[in-house]
T-cell receptor, first 113, second 115 residues
Framework: GNSVTQMEGPVTLSEEAFLTINCTYT??????LFWYVQYPGEGLQLLLK?????DKGSNKGFEATYRKETTSFHLEKGSVQVSDSAVYFC????????????FGKGTTLSVSS | DAGVIQSPRHEVTEMGQEVTLRCKPI?????LFWYRQTMMRGLELLIY????????DSGMPEDRFSAKMPNASFSTLKIQPSEPRDSAVYFC?????????????FGEGSRLTVL
């Protein structure tokens, strides 16, 4: 079946540090891949996405590249800010139209000044 | 523009009581999803609808849970009777299933506490 595995948290960093959150997936066919972010007390919101192999999604300084050969979609940011503190979810959408997103368990990021 | 609207935002109830959570999707979206979030299990898909029709309810934990979508602008998730292990944040999300992006738009969630 389809599944997403992401690194356990929490991840604790100092401001301006480099961030990597690992995400790997299992899926049939060619899924679309997503990173969502959840700020405290809020719902999830889309951070970035990639729909085919070798695509790079980017937004707000965050990047992730769809690697089919390693079935990975790792999230990176070169210099984190305190305002990036949140829970990050990796997700996939199977290639069949109309299917729901399957989420990883989430990784909590805490950035201190 | 209004996003996905959920109510109530917080609900505290006693074991055995009926709980009804409500969701208004974004106008024009024809797919609606109910997710449950807990520390232990993360974000789990409970059920989703396309054009008001339930497509996949395999994530509904047991018969105590039921969901309806009587029209394109309203859905309910009901738990009867509720149990302490149902305590979680329940999210509703919507999207246009005909769109290519696959992006889901989430509400702010309903935090349920069952005592």
């Amino acid at each position: 079946g389809n599944s997403v595995t992401q690194m356990e948290g929490p991840v604790t960093l100092s401001e301006e540090a480099f961030l990597t959150i690992n995400c790997t997936y299992t899926a049939t066919g060619y899924p679309s891949l997503f990173w969502y972010v959840q700020y405290p007390g809020e719902g999830l919101q889309l951070l970035l996405k990639a729909t085919k192999a070798d695509d790079k999604g980017s937004n707000k300084g965050f990047e992730a590249t769809y690697r089919k050969e390693t079935t990975s979609f790792h999230l990176e940011k070169g210099s984190v800010q305190v305002s990036d503190s949140a829970v990050y979810f990796c997700a996939l959408r199977a290639y069949q139209a109309g299917t729901a997103l399957i989420f990883g368990k989430g990784t909590t990021l805490s950035v201190s000044s | 523009d209004a996003g996905v609207i959920q109510s109530p935002r917080h609900e505290v109830t006693e074991m055995g009581q009926e709980v009804t959570l409500r969701c208004k999707p974004i106008s024009g979206h024809n797919s609606l999803f109910w997710y449950r979030q807990t520390m232990m299990r993360g974000l789990e898909l409970l059920i989703y609808f396309n054009n008001n029709v339930p497509i996949d309810d395999s994530g509904m934990p047991e018969d105590r849970f039921s969901a309806k979508m009587p029209n394109a602008s309203f859905s309910t998730l009901k738990i009867q009777p509720s149990e302490p292990r149902d305590s979680a944040v329940y999210f509703c999300a919507s999207t246009s299933s005909g769109g290519a992006t696959g992006e889901l738009f989430f509400g702010e969630g309903s935090r349920l506490t069952v005592l």
